[in-house]
């Protein structure tokens, strides 16, 4: 074993007693003592938005510190199933190494070692999944799609899921065209005044929307998060410059307003485009 693996087996090892510590029924930490597999959820959740966003804002130091606290959230998990004797975290690393095994033939097993392109193991990828999940009994073509992902991800995930059995358009114009039909819905739900219509066709468009960007090769998720940005940069441009004026934009006019908001993509666009 080399140097560098012997300190990282050592460090995982020191997590794990820290984690076992925390745990301890005599002397562990309250609130961890407390916690449960469903507690935990919303944890593990945020830990991995922060993750994200430090990973967007390519702060290296940011995303160490990140994948150290996802991790934490691992060697919880693993310590509460070992306290009722359900798997432990060799478990768990295991079935992740056995798993990645499985599913990279072309590298691991020594009689299907060939030559093959990226899109061939990401088909070959899928075609183990779905081996796996008739295994695991789950014959539906959206089973094990989770129902925790953010609804974006999760809708793409479905469409592309449906788009392999033939359930797709072939054609962009097409999706372009169902787009503009669940506005049209939308326009008549709501000359009508029908609140549930209304809700039920805003989330048609939200759906059509993220068919479109699959087939227009653009992560819906992402897409938002970074119209999000966006939104975040020009809006404190404009808060800024009405601070500098002495204004308030709670006081100012929507025209105003909307001035501010062009003159903030303008300032933001120069900047992007400014050399190094």
Not at 139 to 168: E, Y
């Amino acid at each position: 074993m080399t140097d560098d693996a012997t300190t990282t087996q050592g460090g995982i090892q020191s997590l794990l007693d820290i984690m076992r510590q925390l745990r301890d029924p005599d002397s562990g930490c309250p609130w961890d003592l407390k916690q449960n597999f469903h507690t935990i959820v919303p944890y593990t959740i945020e830990e991995t938005y922060e993750l994200a966003d430090a990973i967007a804002a390519e702060d290296f130091s940011q995303i160490r510190d990140e994948l150290g606290d996802v991790l934490f959230q691992v060697v919880f998990y693993a310590q509460m199933a070992s306290e009722q004797a359900l798997f432990t975290f060799e478990d768990v690393v295991d079935g992740i190494a056995e798993k990645l095994r499985r599913r990279h033939p072309h590298v691991f097993a020594a009689t299907d070692r060939q030559s093959v392109s990226a899109g061939e193991v990401k088909e070959r990828w899928e075609q183990i999944k779905g081996e796996e999940r008739q295994q695991k009994n789950q014959q539906g073509t959206l089973d094990d799609i989770p129902t925790a992902l953010p609804a974006l991800s999760r809708s793409q995930k479905l469409q592309k899921r449906a788009a392999r059995v033939g359930f797709d358009w072939s054609e962009l114009d097409a999706v372009r065209e169902k787009v503009d039909e669940e506005l049209g819905e939308l326009a008549e739900a709501v000359s009508e005044g029908d609140s549930a219509a209304i809700e039920s066709e805003v989330g048609d468009i939200f759906l059509a929307m993220v068919n479109l960007a699959r087939h227009l090769g653009v992560d819906a998720e992402a897409a938002l998060r970074h119209a999000n940005r966006r939104f975040e940069d020009r809006f404190r441009l404009m808060e800024t410059a009405a601070e500098r004026e002495g204004s308030h934009l709670g006081e100012e006019s929507l025209e105003r307003l909307e001035e501010r908001w062009q003159t903030a993509k303008r300032e933001l666009a120069d900047s992007a485009s400014a050399p190094d």
